[in-house]
Each structure stands twice: as C-alpha cells, then as structure tokens.
C-alpha cells in the first residue's frame, strides 16, 4: 500500500454486501488480512505491534491471536529483515546458518565485491537505509573500526609486499654477477641462511628411541588387512610419540596418525570434504604462501619460470590470452603485470580466464572470482587492459567453445601442480587427465607451460602408496624444520590446511574419493606426447637466474637442475617440482 500504511478492515471491502451472514464471514477474512497486511507492512519507526486496528466485534480472535502477536513482538523481526536488506550476494556468509547467522556476520564478512569507501584510515560499508533500533550497535561498531585498519587495505598491502618484485637489487631484474654466468647444470644452495641444527624437540632417551617409521609401517599393513586390534595398539604408540608441533617426524606420525584412523573408522571421506569445505581466509593464504617463499624456493621459481617464458613468447604480441587450469589464488600474475607494464612499446591488452575445480557450498565459484577482482586492481595499478573470465567446473567437461578464443590473441595455456587432482586410468578408461590434454591441444595454443609435482604414491595398492607418501611428505616436514620456526603459526597453518589434508586424502581416502594422484614427470612427459605436444628448450638465461637465486638465497640442501627439457627443484636430492614449456 502507498506510505507504508496498514489499511482498516472496512477499507478492504468494496463490495456492498445484503446477507448478514455474508457480511460477518468477510468482517473476520477482513480481520485476517488485517493482521497480515500489519505484520508485513508495519511502519519501521513503530515500536510495537498494535492489537486495536480489528473490530471489536473479533475479540474472540484477538484473544487467540495475542501470544503469537507476544512472540512476534519481542522477536522484533523488522529488524532483522532490515539488517539483511543491504547485504549483496558477494558477500560470504559463515556458516549458511540462517537469519540469525544473517544478522551476526553480516558487517563482518562483507568483502571486496560491498561497496566500500574511505573515511581517514577505515573503511565503511554502504548500507542503504538506517534502522533507529540499530544506533547504540553501530556506535560500538564504529569505535571498533576506528582502532583498527581495514581488512581489504591490509591484504592488498600483503599482496603488495609478498608477490610484487619491489627491491631494485630483485635478482630476477638486475644484472647477474660473472660468476653466475657459469651454466651449471646441478645446483644446490649455499647454506648461508635459515639454516638450522637439526634435532629432537627435547625428546628423552626413551622417545629417542622410538622408531616412528616403522611403527606408521606396520599400522598401515594392519589397516590393510582390517585388522582394528593391532592397528589401534600401534596408533596409540605413535600418538603418544608424535605431535602436531613436535619434530619434522613427530609431525609427520601425527598427520599420517590422522589418515590413518580415519581409514580404519571408514570416515575418511567425510573428514576431507570437512576440512576442504574450510574457508581459509586469502590474507591467512597470503601469509602462509610468504613463509613458504621466505622457507623454500619452490613457488617463487615455479612462478619466475612460468611468467619469463610467457614474456618470451608474447614480446611482440598486442594481444595476449592466458588460460590458467588451477589459477586458486592468482598469486603468479601480479608481477606478470608488473613486467608488462615495462615492456617497450607499452603492455599488451591481457585477457586471463581462470579455470578451477568447484569449491563445495552454494558459490563454486567463489574463490576464483574474488582472483579475478585482485587481479582487476593490479591490472589498473599498472595500466594494463585487462579481461578476465571464470570457469568453475570439472575440467574434462570444459569444452573448446566455452573458452572464447580469438584468432588474433597469442594464446598461453598455463597449468601449474594441478594435474594431479583428476582421475586417471584405474578409475576410468576413458581418463580426464587425457581429455583435459586433449582439449589444450585443440586450442593449438603457442605456449603450455606445465607444472607437476613429482610424486609416485599414486599406486593402487594401500602399502605400497603409504609408505611412498611418507617418504615423499618427509621431505616437506624436514625442509620445513630446517628453515622455519616450529611455532610458527604460518607453518603450521602449511602444515595443517595443505599438507596434512592432502596425506589424509592420499591414505584414507579410496575411488573417486582420492584426489591427490601424482604422477613423475617422465610420466607426465609421454602423456604430453601422446597428446600431440612437442617439447620447448628451456631458456639458458631463465635457468642462470633460478640457480643462483637459490645459491645465494636458500639452504644448502635444496637443488635446481634439468632433465630432458624440463626443470627440476627439490630438496636433499629428491625431486618434488619440474616443470617444462611445450608448443602444439
């Protein structure tokens, strides 16, 4: 109704009506609608809600009526329909749980896609219409937001410092010295930082003497024949000498105890899409992906290789599509567009659709999207044209036609580490991973840069995987105790949200179920060929540069060295990522 205003139960009838009992039937319809129209329609600056709009002649009704009105009435639901009113759909609600989570996180987690603006140092979120009840609530939300810097601000700050190459001396920029122009085609870093002793964390004599390897051994070939009886006895020695916090070993034991228990209760699928249903927030990303540049090589080379050999091949393109199979956070492009905004001539106009696997919940494509909106900041902090697409599905239904290629871009397939999560052929004849090759090879694009982790704990058979997880994952957890703190909450978090989930996955998880399924790199390599793909040389001055970063910069114990074409990094001779550039 026009201004909000409750009509009066006779305004509600425009026909004369002659029977006395027609007229009493429509006074108590007209009661209802009353009530209804009342409850929907009732001004917002009106603190209660008023029982003497019905006639007199429905007191009966008015009295049955009264506890529900009561109820209505202290709920207050004006309020909450007015907190919910302004919200958006880009903006994350925590935990699904109705109105009331609603109205709890709402302010709290809105991000980047609410309208935002600055006032001094915070930011203020536009909410559209003012609720009077709600003063006193935003005068405290006020004071708080005052104290603190806004989020948004602060992750781009992070995303700033940790992904853009803003030191002068970058050795991915400046001039190399002589005695780096020495080709080389093994290296190992120099030891001269983070380094650190090895040792037990303050174990006694009787933990020293435990050997956990064996003991997660011989649990594993019990969980593999279902026996519950040993396999419980050998988990509560290993809880009680291994610990999320403890040595590299000690949590090592402590995650695979996890995989290992889960399998033997039959929950272990159920405990990963937990855990993967898990919103992490970017800004805890970002700082976990910090530590790990800072700890390790691996990321920040993985990206230099990738980014140099796309600004080889696109020097003289105007027009540049990148498709990135596994794009996750974007963390690679930033300093791609830093670089291209020095290219002479000016930058080309970019175009990057991200291709992703479906995040659980009601917004598969929540993550890749909110990427696509960072890198749209970066794209305007260095004036370069930019589009960006987002593709959330299974890969091996993406078809062709569903990318958009244009004849006049330079078209650059990009995949890095992300192969491994699709099924290969002892789940099914017809395998993803081949259609997915297939499909990049119809693109016919001019460059594929491809990324593996070169793992070999794919086997079907229980024991024979475990035992090569473990060997594989120990390189992670002594790498990262040779060169981070053990309290460190970064690492911890590394530890828990990505390597211990993906060794629950790999040990007690089976069928479609199992996602993590490496293969090596001389694996990769024939299906690459049966693909129709043809082998790019690596670049000589790329490969000068990644060996002595990591010579000066990184433990002695990680390497760089090259294989039929491909480049290879690991840590205390095991290789963990290769990667290689191909042409169709």
């Known amino acids: 109704m026009p201004g909000g205003i409750t009509p009066s139960p006779a305004s509600t009838t425009t026909t004369e009506l002659d029977s006395s009992e027609d007229l009493s039937e429509t006074i108590t319809d ?32 008015l009295a049955i009526e009264k506890p529900f009105v009561d ?3 202290s709920a207050k639901p004006a309020q909450a329909y007015e907190e919910k009113s302004w919200m958006t759909g880009h903006c994350d609600i925590p935990g699904m749980g109705g109105l009331d989570d609603v109205v709890i996180h709402t302010q709290k987690s809105c991000q980047l896609p609410c309208e935002m603006v600055k006032q001094g140092s915070v930011c203020a979120v ?26 948004e601000e602060t992750v781009r700050e992070m995303f700033d410092k940790v992904l ?16 780096a122009q020495i080709s080389r085609g093994y290296v190992k870093g120099s030891g001269n930082r983070r ?78 899409r937990q855990i993967a249903a898990k919103r992490t927030s970017t800004g805890d990303i970002l700082k976990a992906f910090g530590l790990y540049a800072k700890a390790c090589p691996f990321m920040k080379i993985s990206h230099y290789f990738a980014n140099s050999t796309i600004l080889n091949v696109s020097k003289s393109a105007s027009r540049l599509h990148i498709i990135d199979y596994g794009i996750r956070y974007g963390f690679q492009y930033p300093v791609l567009m830093q670089q291209f905004s020095r290219r002479h001539g000016g930058p080309p106009s970019l175009r990057i659709t991200g291709v992703d696997f479906p995040q659980p919940g009601f917004r598969p494509a929540e993550r890749i999207e909110a990427t696509g909106r960072r890198l749209h900041e970066y794209a305007r902090m260095f004036n370069v044209p930019f589009e960006y697409h987002a593709i ?65 704990y794919n086997a079907p058979f229980f024991v024979t995987r475990f035992k090569e997880a473990m060997f ?22 590394i530890e828990r949200e990505f390597v211990g989930r993906e060794a629950l996955n790999v040990i007690a998880c089976e069928g479609t179920e199992r996602i993590e399924r490496p293969e090596t790199y ?4 024939m299906r690459n060929f049966r693909a129709g793909f043809r082998p790019l040389p690596l670049n000589e001055e790329v490969m000068k540069r990644a060996r002595y970063k990591v010579s000066k910069s990184y433990h002695r114990d990680f390497l760089v060295d090259e294989d039929n074409k491909w480049m290879l990094q690991g840590w205390k001779g095991r290789v963990i990522f290769a990667l290689s550039a191909w042409t169709s």
């Not at 001396?169 to 400046?174: I, P, Q």
């Not at 990049?440 to 001019?446: D, G, Q, V």
């Not at 105790?481 to 970064?490: G, L, V």
Request: glycine share 6%; hydrophobic share 35%.
């Open 195 to 272: 380094g650190r002793r090895k040792g037990r964390s303050g174990a006694g004599p009787e933990e020293e003497a435990v050997d956990l390897t064996t003991l997660l051994i011989h649990c594993a070939q019990a969980a593999a024949i279902d026996d519950h009886r040993n396999s419980n006895e050998l988990l509560k020695q290993i809880r009680k000498h291994s610990s999320a916090t403890g040595d590299a070993g000690q949590r090592l034991a402590h995650y695979f105890a996890n995989g290992l228990e889960a399998r033997l209760a039959g929950t272990g699928s159920t405990i990963y």
């Open 392 to 456: 959330a599905g299974k890969w091996d239904t993406i078809q062709v036609e569903d990318l958009n290629i244009n004849s006049d871009e330079l078209l650059v397939v990009n995949c890095l580490y992300r192969m491994r999560n699709m099924m290969d052929e002892t789940v099914t004849d017809d395998s993803p991973r081949t259609r997915v090759l297939n499909t990049i090879r119809k693109l016919n694009p001019h460059l594929f840069v491809h990324g593996v982790i070169n793992g070999t």
């Open 126 to 151: 536009h909410k559209g219409q003012k609720n009077p009840h709600d003063d006193g609530l935003e005068m405290e939300e006020r004071k708080s937001k005052q104290s603190a810097p806004c989020e």
């Open 30 to 61: 007209d009661a209802v609608l009353a009530y209804i129209n009342q409850f929907l329609l009732e001004d917002e600056d009106d603190e209660s809600f008023p029982v003497t709009s019905a006639p007199v002649e429905d007191s009966a009704l």
């Open 522 to 525: 001389k694996q990769w390599q």
């Open 71 to 73: 109820i209505l009435k």
């Open 164 to 179: 853009l190459c803003t030191d002068e001396n970058c050795v991915f920029r400046s001039p190399l010295p002589i005695d």
């Open 472 to 493: 594989f994952f120990s390189s992670h957890f002594d790498m990262l105790e040779a060169n981070a703190s053990r309290m460190d909450e970064h690492r911890l978090l």
